[in-house]
């Protein structure tokens, strides 16, 4: 059977934070995997060592500095090269329908709902993504990221209003209520 990398991303669309990507070959199996955004945070986070333990895995993260240079679709396209790089499988399946450039990838729209490695790179990727912004939360408490997770709500973009940008907030991105 040929060897597959389940391959998904995290923090594609907040205005702050990293983006996270994520790539996994299941060694072992592993109940309860499904999409990340389908099971509650306290099940991603006991998830995520037992797919640590239970997988060969590759996490990438680009920092909002580095999506503000080169932009968001580089990013990704770098992400996918490095899990590649690290990731040695016959298949590479990226959550989604674009491969970025990246020759040798394929796609599946909801992967991260049908396939067990997607599911897993998709917990991966949104367990460093989360954890790395509720960290942020600490340096920067008016603008509630551990609520929203560097998404554009209301609360989030008023605290923008208020207080401005700060290091963590992804100035290239264009905010129409801004």
Do not use: W
């Not at 040695?88 to 040798?104: E, H, R």
């Amino acid at each position: 059977m040929p060897s597959l990398c389940g391959i998904d991303e995290a923090g594609r669309g907040p205005l702050a934070g990293d983006l996270v990507m994520a790539g996994v070959i299941i060694t072992n199996p592993i109940e309860g995997l499904m999409d990340s955004k389908k099971i509650s945070e306290k099940k991603r986070e006991a998830l995520y060592p037992i797919i640590i333990e239970n997988t060969q895995h590759h996490i990438v993260s680009f920092s909002p500095k580095e999506i503000d240079e080169v932009g968001l679709s580089s990013c990704i396209s770098k992400g996918l090269e490095s899990i590649k790089e690290h990731l040695k499988a016959d298949i590479y399946l990226f959550d989604g329908n674009q491969t970025f450039s990246v020759l040798g990838v394929t796609t599946m729209v909801k992967a991260d709902t049908k396939i067990a490695e997607v599911s897993a790179s998709s917990i991966l990727a949104k367990v460093t993504h989360d954890r790395a912004i509720i960290k942020a939360s600490t340096l920067y408490p008016q603008y509630g990221f551990e609520k929203h997770k560097g998404y554009g709500t209301k609360a989030h973009l008023d605290a923008i209003r208020e207080f401005g940008y700060c290091d963590i907030h992804r100035r290239s991105f264009k905010i129409k209520a801004l």
